[in-house]
């Protein structure tokens, strides 16, 4: 079993920044890709943003430039950067890792963390 926890969610003004984190935690043999989503009210859960555990990374259009993963392997544990936030980049976070627990693969989800970006 595993456990992803996020934190550092929050109300932000626009213009201003925020940093999430996701510890992952449990049984774990290795991890192979952590990714963020977001959903806002009404809408679907949309990827933000992909680190690897080669460090590869990946984010959606819509973010690129003002978002920053990274990963602290030896931690299990994943960042999101987020500077000049919009008020569309209001939604729920939600951490999501791929990981191996030396039997099988498993792909897990945190609770979310609410970001909101005034205006």
């Known amino acids: 079993q595993v456990q992803l926890v996020e934190s550092g969610g929050g109300l932000v003004q626009a213009g201003g920044s925020l940093n999430l984190s996701c510890t992952a935690s449990?049984?774990?043999?290795?991890?192979?890709?952590m990714r963020w989503y977001r959903q806002a009210p009404g809408k679907q859960r949309d990827l933000v943003a992909t680190i690897t555990a080669a460090r590869r990374t990946n984010y959606a259009d819509s973010v690129k430039g003002r978002f920053s993963i990274t990963m602290k392997y030896a931690a299990n544990t994943i960042y999101l950067h987020m500077i000049s936030l919009k008020p569309e980049d209001t939604a729920i976070y939600f951490c999501?890792?791929?990981?191996?627990?030396?039997?099988?693969?498993?792909?897990?989800w945190g609770q979310g963390t609410q970001v909101t970006v005034s205006s």
């Open positions: 999501n890792a791929e990981v191996f627990d030396g039997v099988a693969p498993g792909n897990y």
């Open positions: 449990g049984t774990i043999f290795s991890i192979n890709t």
